[in-house]
């Protein structure tokens, strides 16, 4: 699966006022540097690009990238641009022929297929709980 395919896996509609509000918290979080609606290549997507501040400069950019969808079905995908590599990490709640309704597809590469999981029910505590493991993923490059 590539960026932006996965989309429609749901077979729900998106749910763009979970994604208002998501918008609205993150907006006024310094991690970000700016969050992006409606974008070219993820129309159904915000697009939340971090602060450089919290990379080694091998790292270009990092961003994750919300798509929530009516029936509560998600997938947050975590994604860095490295000078020679990329690092992805997802984390999903919809219906699969590869894993269970909820599982995560780790990094450093997000293969299919990933690991089942278990993942809160409540929308905040979902997104609270991907936030908390890029922060220890930043944090494990000063701490190396």
Do not use: K
């Not at 798509?67 to 998600?74: I, K, Q, S």
């Not at 999903?92 to 597809?105: A, E, G, K």
Request: proline share 6%.
């Amino acid at each position: 699966m590539t960026r932006g395919e996965d989309d429609g896996v749901s077979g729900a509609p998106i749910d763009f006022d979970r994604l208002d509000i998501i918008r609205g918290r993150l907006s006024r979080d310094e991690r970000f540097v700016r969050i992006d609606e409606h974008s070219e290549f993820a129309p159904n997507r915000l697009v939340c690009v971090y602060d450089n501040r919290f990379y080694p400069n091998n790292i270009r950019t990092a961003q994750l990238e919300i798509v929530w969808f009516e029936n509560g079905d998600f997938t947050l995908h975590y994604h860095e641009e490295q000078d020679t590599e990329t690092f992805d990490h997802r984390w999903d709640r919809h219906p699969s022929d590869h894993n269970t309704r909820d599982h995560i597809h780790p990094g450093p590469d997000a293969l299919t297929p990933g690991e089942d999981a278990s993942h809160p029910a409540d929308w905040r505590d979902v997104l609270s709980m991907a936030l908390v493991e890029i922060e220890e993923r930043q944090r494990g490059f000063w701490s190396a």
